[in-house]
């Protein structure tokens, strides 16, 4: 594991602690993690490569916030805007993280567990709390994204920019 990649999980634990304790992140974190991930990501491959991954990730991470809009106004029985109303500016920039550091597979499958993951936080939590809980979402994915990159690059299990690699462990072509 390299100095980067240190430096990129020391960042990210300090963005998961902030959020957990103080449900404020400070901003510069997030552009310092995307400019060290964007340089550990191209040091493998070709620059046009990744940044039309970025670009097709961060499309279906609009839509997915776009449709999250829709429902949530079709609940509520008006127009709610969920950036404003749902999502801190945390949360938006560590999405935008996870955009960055994955393949659009892998993207998308790393949203339904963090997703999974803010759901069990909320029924574990709502319990102990006389009111609603806000959920650290940003705390979580930095969180999550830590065990995914010492996966990767710690004990070379995952490959977070090989949607072949998880589509042959889905399908049992390949093994641990």
Not at 69 to 85: A, N, P, Q
Request: aromatic share 14%.
């Amino acid at each position: 594991m390299g100095i980067v990649v240190l430096i990129i999980i020391f960042l990210l634990l300090v963005i998961g602690y902030q959020d957990f304790s103080d449900r404020l992140v400070h901003w510069f974190y997030f552009p310092l993690v995307a400019i060290l991930l964007l340089a550990q990501l191209l040091r493998f491959g070709q620059p046009g490569d990744h940044l039309l991954i970025v670009g097709l990730n961060m499309g279906i991470m609009v839509f997915m916030l776009i449709m999250t809009t829709f429902i949530y106004s079709v609940w509520k029985g008006e127009l709610i805007f969920i950036l404003d109303k749902a999502l801190g500016s945390a949360d938006i920039l560590a999405l935008g993280l996870v955009c960055i550091t994955f393949s659009t597979i892998n993207m998308v499958l790393f949203m339904l567990i963090s997703f999974f993951c803010s759901s069990l936080f909320q029924l574990m939590a709502l319990p102990f709390s006389k009111k609603a809980i806000h959920i650290p979402l940003a705390g979580i994915v930095s969180v999550l994204l830590v065990v995914a990159l010492v996966l990767q690059d710690g004990f070379m299990l995952i490959d977070m920019t090989n949607d072949f690699h998880i589509l042959g462990v889905i399908g049992g072509l390949y093994y641990f």
